[in-house]
């Protein structure tokens, strides 16, 4: 994939984001990085109440990329494709299939996503 693919981080869709917030943070003792009200990330971990990407609800793992459009090009005809490329608030991303047929999300990051830093 090249060496500018890097491990971004996973989502664990949650039915009351706060409840989840609070066990994170209180009892676990992680510290948010970024929020926004349907989403908490953590270090390499973050929580979603929001509409799933892979349509299951299942935890989804993404890699982060330097350049979504070039690495979606350069992927198309080696693995196969789950979600074409799309464009949200938070960046670009798209899915490809690991060996076991689950799918593993490439993202690239906008400059000004909607979640806020938290901190600093």
Do not use: C
Not at 70 to 84: C, F, G
Not at 97 to 117: C, I, M, W
């Amino acid at each position: 994939m090249g060496s500018k693919t890097r491990f971004g981080f996973v989502v664990e869709y949650v039915k009351d984001i706060e409840a989840a917030k609070r066990f994170y943070v209180g009892v676990l003792g992680l510290e948010i990085q970024r929020q926004h009200p349907s989403f908490i990330q953590f270090e390499t971990f973050a929580l979603a109440s929001d509409e799933p990407l892979g349509g299951t609800g299942e935890d989804e793992l993404y890699w982060l990329v330097d350049d979504a459009e070039n690495t979606y090009a350069r992927l198309s005809d080696q693995v196969d494709i789950s979600m074409p490329l799309k464009q949200f608030p938070f960046g670009k991303v798209f899915g490809i299939l690991d060996p076991d047929g689950r799918t593993r999300f490439l993202l690239e990051l906008v400059k000004n996503r909607p979640s806020q830093a938290v901190g600093a």
